[in-house]
């Protein structure tokens, strides 16, 4: 397959920009039919009871209100099960529509609203009168797996799921070792916030008997399949589009209950419905996470070197996941020796189930890896009177130690974890830093150094490690892109067309990218896990490559010569070293359509292209990153003075792109280690539920970050590698290393996120007494 490399690795301009940054994207919000209704949704104010009472009467009278639908008017449009299809089969929580007979969190659906707009519609719910006989809540991820008050009455026990894996090796390097650090972190429970809420609009055809529903997702060909085996249709049946997406975070890759309610209930009353989240919505009920909690052992010998760890992981997935036990637990466990070569592994991990939100995928699900390990380094340097670099520096997986089988059953290849704990040392400084911090420590002032390393996997589960792309040449030679995942940010617009132009030989300005279509892309299984580069742009290469190699077969024929002696470039194709002699694209598809009767009948002359790529076995991108803060001991404040990050994503597509991407992420991690906390009382009431309480930095409190990147091609078809959850993944352990490394002089303990002026000065006190 021969590449121009024209477009591949430059900072082309997102073409999605001038749409969006006007105002002309096009959202849920937007979209209205002829008929359309709104819903609004009724929700449990108490954390754990049983309904005793639903009274829909008062609001049923309000002009305007059209229908209130409980759980039993809606059961006989639902007959078939809500698991995504990742979880079908898998031992779980129930999935539930609306509550039914009891409730088990604030914010759980009891009831919706139908009127003629979404302001009746909200008063209408407020009238419904609900009472509950309420049960103590099961709130403290400690001691729910002992409770005997269980969550979900259907299952025996508050444990979600659990799992274990012992190494008689690692126990025996642990009782032998010249040093053993033990430490506990946690990781406080967050929303994962898109600027834009869920939103759906769903419409039914009763005549033809057909589904078509507006949704704001990351994954619309799994949300057809969802809607499809939920409503008793055929996915032929079921058509799922979405425009542009206000992000998702991991929050909208699954389906989830409202959306298919709402579909329900536009099935039920055979007119099209609406709905779109407000923010209060969100934070209180539809998917939280990061709610954990890692007890870790480190063995080192006496120069330093790693030799075991031992982790016991446990996690709160709520009430109600989406799927499965709704958690990340095996991946935080069995990969938590991450970057490092560490020889012998033991760990545990346990979900639990309490009377709180639904847990559900969040940029980086299985971050607490990450967060807890590289804390426990410093840690571990610390006790051992050794810097926290040298310490890495002497136990990083290098190339050589390549391909590297972990304790967990992981094969790391292709990745530069030295390479980049290099690159971010120089970019910053390390040295330079360290005598700043001591001149500044001998003034008052406490300066700190944080780093942060890992490794990412992409393609972990099989089942999604496949994608599906379609190219079309066009009459008059531009060139279309339709592909099934669902982009909700990341630039695939720009990124994929990059791909299709270096393969195809034509300006990246004459491609089109589409998705989010169930009717006009090929299946695909959205955006998440950070598959974009190692998955879907394989797909996409593939498939233009292909068509490529059809259009020289048809220029060939037309020019008398061999397709191995021609080249495209700039959208023509000419014999290479003559290149007066050729033809456009557009001349060749017009020779594919009305000069067939010139061509053989051996040329195919399908000028459109659909492939499916595999990835064989997962790859690991990596990175490092570095950050400087300032604790101000006075105020509290945590001032972040620099942000560093050096970067392995493989084959660079677009380097703002990523970049782009680099900075999102560190802004919501350093979110999750300074301000953000979805916060519960003991009664299982949740205590942030807007943006007065749930505090996200804001643009003063992200520091310039700085970009390194390494570039080492991964075994996917073009070297590409994922990179969307690497900034959110990397940077809550950074900035709290930082902050630890600010207050050591001090002696406090190692602050726990997020590190708010108030922890500060809790710390403090608790230290100094004052």
């Not at 797996?145 to 799992?163: Q, W, Y």
């Not at 909690?293 to 070197?305: F, P, Q």
């Not at 996690?315 to 938590?336: H, K, N, Q, Y």
């Not at 992409?458 to 279309?480: F, H, K, N, Y």
Request: charged fraction near 20%; proline fraction near 6%.
């Amino acid at each position: 397959m021969s590449v121009a490399g024209r477009f591949v690795g430059q900072s082309v301009l997102r073409r999605e920009d001038p749409r969006l940054l006007t105002g002309h994207g096009r959202y849920v919000a937007n979209l209205g039919v002829p008929g359309m209704a709104h819903v609004a949704f009724v929700r449990s104010s108490v954390a754990r009871g049983l309904l005793t009472r639903i009274d829909v009467a008062a609001a049923r009278a309000v002009p305007g209100v059209h229908a209130v639908l409980t759980a039993a008017d809606l059961a006989g449009e639902v007959p078939g099960p809500l698991t995504p299809t990742l979880y079908l089969g898998a031992p779980g929580a129930p999935v539930r529509l609306l509550a039914r007979g009891d409730v088990r969190y604030v914010g759980e659906p009891i009831a919706l609203v139908v009127a003629c707009d979404p302001y009746v519609a909200a008063d209408a719910a407020e009238l419904v009168e609900i009472a509950y006989e309420t049960q103590p809540a099961v709130v403290d991820i400690e001691t729910a797996a002992a409770s005997t008050e269980l969550v979900n009455p259907e299952r025996n026990s508050n444990v979600a799921g659990s799992a274990r894996h012992d190494d008689p090796a690692a126990a025996e390097a642990i009782g032998a070792a010249d040093h053993v650090v033990t430490a506990t972190f946690h990781q406080q429970r967050q929303a994962n916030a898109p600027m834009e809420t869920r939103g759906v609009l769903a419409s039914w055809d009763p005549g033809a008997g057909q589904l078509d529903v507006w949704l704001s997702s990351q994954n619309p060909h799994e949300a057809r399949r969802v809607l499809a085996r939920a409503l008793g249709l055929a996915e032929a049946d079921v058509r799922v589009r979405q425009g542009d997406v206000g992000g998702g975070f991991g929050q909208k890759f699954l389906l989830l209950t409202e959306e298919i309610a709402v579909a329900a209930a536009a099935k039920a009353l055979g007119r099209p419905l609406k709905w779109v989240e407000d923010r209060h919505e969100n934070l209180v009920s539809a998917t939280h996470a990061r709610a954990d909690r890692v007890t870790a052992t480190l063995a080192l010998d006496a120069d330093g070197t790693m030799l075991a760890v031992g982790v016991d992981h446990l996690e709160d997935v709520g009430a109600l996941p989406i799927g499965g036990s709704g958690g990340a637990g095996t991946v935080v466990a069995s990969r938590f020796t991450g970057p490092y070569r560490i020889p012998h592994a033991s760990w545990a991990t346990t979900a639990v189930h309490t009377n709180t939100c639904r847990r559900g995928a969040y940029r980086g699900p299985w971050m607490m890896e990450t967060t807890a390990r590289e804390q426990l380094v410093d840690v571990a340097a610390a006790a051992i009177g050794m810097d926290p670099l040298e310490l890495r520096r002497r136990n990083v997986i290098r190339a050589e130690d390549q391909p590297h089988p972990t304790p967990g059953g992981a094969v790391i290849e292709d990745a530069t974890p030295a390479e980049t704990l290099e690159q971010a040392a120089a970019m910053i400084d390390y040295p330079g830093f360290r005598a700043e911090q001591a001149a500044a420590r001998a003034g008052g002032r406490y300066f700190g150094i944080g780093i942060s390393l890992f490794v990412e996997p992409q393609g972990s589960i099989a089942a999604i490690r496949q994608e599906a792309a379609m190219v079309r040449l066009l009459p008059d030679g531009t060139v279309t892109v339709a592909v099934g995942s669902g982009n909700h940010g990341q630039g695939l617009e720009t990124t994929m067309a990059q791909v299709v132009a270096d393969h195809l030989g034509v300006d990246v300005d004459h491609v089109r990218v589409h998705d989010g279509d169930t009717a006009s892309t090929p299946f695909g299984n959205g955006t998440g896990g950070s598959r974009s580069g190692p998955v879907l742009a394989p797909a996409v290469g593939r498939a233009a490559g292909a068509l490529r190699d059809r259009v020289l077969a048809i220029a060939g024929h037309h020019l008398e010569a061999a397709p191995e002696d021609l080249e495209v470039a700039a959208g023509r194709v000419s014999v290479r070293g003559t290149p007066s002699r050729g033809v456009t694209l557009a001349e060749v598809a017009h020779l594919a359509t009305a000069g067939i009767a010139a061509l053989p009948p051996d040329v195919d002359t399908t000028l459109e292209v659909t492939t499916r790529y595999r990835l064989d076995r997962p790859v690991h991108s990596n990175a490092c990153h570095m950050c400087t803060c300032e604790v101000d001991v006075e105020t509290g404040m945590v001032r972040l003075l620099r942000y560093v990050v050096s970067e392995d994503c493989g084959t660079v597509i677009n380097p703002m792109v990523v970049e782009g991407q680099i900075a999102g992420g560190v802004a919501q991690g350093i979110g999750g280690a300074l301000y953000e906390h979805m916060a519960y009382d003991g009664d299982g009431n949740p205590l942030t539920a807007s943006f007065l309480d749930y505090t996200m930095p804001g643009t003063t409190d992200v520091p310039g970050i700085e970009y390194g990147h390494v570039e080492t091609p991964s075994a996917a078809l073009g070297g590409y590698k994922g990179m969307g959850e690497g900034g959110a993944i990397g940077a809550p352990a950074c900035v709290l290393n930082a902050v630890a490394d600010a207050l050591a002089p001090l002696g406090v303990a190692r602050p726990q996120p997020p590190v708010t002026p108030a922890a500060v000065f809790a710390l403090l006190r608790d230290r100094l007494g004052h």
